[in-house]
């Protein structure tokens, strides 16, 4: 990804949004930010921690960003901190990509029921599902109406994937909550969509338990017979993003090869999946 060029144009131009969650230059939350900036778009991001930021500082600055906020999702400080910077910065902003979850190492294998503590439910719920919740009314309120917030899931929302466990319950609550935040502020015409993203090799993805299975699974049985491209879902969020979504909200739009659609992958599929 870090090599590829991201379609150029303008339909973002003018527009000025906040990026939450980017963690390094394979983060699904760049190449978002890089297909914006694209397309116009001027950004801010977060980050946490000064190891994230010798990370995420020098990829701002290669798309001309100098809005770097230093943020904890669970510490309210911090959130309001982050909120005032860009209220101080450009007074509104125009659009939010909310790309921020997290459950302990030791909460994403084996059995689910045995192994989700009461912490490790509380923790995956309150930063994976509410910071969007929090994170979408703080920058509503900095939104002229029309705004647009994007935020990212997965298929483990929907269907048990091995290993994915707690954050599976997270990410079902951060689809039902986009579905409430579209009704609350569309209104306003402020749209709030999620992207239910095919597996992508992340810094994320990375901690989930029997991952190398997980991807070779996905590219044999998904409908394209491929892993998602990175582009593709940054494609999407433009689209979520700008005009040409104009009357969508409260979605969650599949960008995974085809591979939610699929109820029985055909034989030659299992046969390569399982490395036969």
């Known amino acids: 990804m870090a090599d590829q060029d991201f379609p150029t144009g303008t339909l973002m131009a003018g527009k000025r949004g906040l990026i939450m969650g980017v963690a390094n230059k394979n983060s699904i939350a760049w190449a978002i930010a890089r297909q914006l900036a694209a397309q116009g778009a001027e950004l801010a991001f977060t980050f946490q921690g000064e190891a994230l930021a010798r990370r995420v500082r020098p990829l701002a600055e290669s798309i001309g960003s100098d809005i770097l906020v230093e943020c904890d999702v669970t510490n309210d400080d911090t959130m309001d901190n982050t909120f005032a910077t860009l209220k101080d910065k450009w007074g509104k902003i125009d659009f939010l990509v909310h790309a ?66 707690v954050m599976g319950v997270a ?44 991807f070779r699974f996905n590219k044999a049985a998904a409908a394209m017979r491929d ?44 046969t390569e999946a399982s490395g036969g």
């Open 100 to 165: 921020i979850a997290f459950a302990g190492k030791d909460q994403l294998a084996g059995s689910f029921i045995d192994n989700t503590t009461r912490e490790g439910f509380k923790s995956a719920l309150d930063i994976s599902a509410y910071s969007f919740v929090d994170a979408g009314r703080r920058a509503a309120a900095m939104m002229n109406d029309g705004g647009a917030m994007v935020t990212l899931t997965y298929l483990g929302s929907e269907r048990v994937i091995p290993n994915y466990n």
């Open 171 to 214: 990410k079902a609550a951060l689809e039902a909550s986009t579905r409430y935040m579209a009704a609350d502020l569309g209104p306003r015409g402020i749209r709030v969509n999620a992207i239910s993203a095919g597996p992508i090799k992340t810094l994320a993805a990375a901690g989930i338990g029997s991952g190398r299975h997980m």
């Open 227 to 270: 892993n998602t491209d990175p582009m593709g879902v940054a494609g999407a969020a433009l689209y979520l993003l700008s005009d040409l979504g104009l009357s969508c909200t409260g979605e969650t739009h599949h960008v995974d090869g085809g591979f939610h659609a699929i109820g029985m992958p055909a034989e030659d599929a299992m």
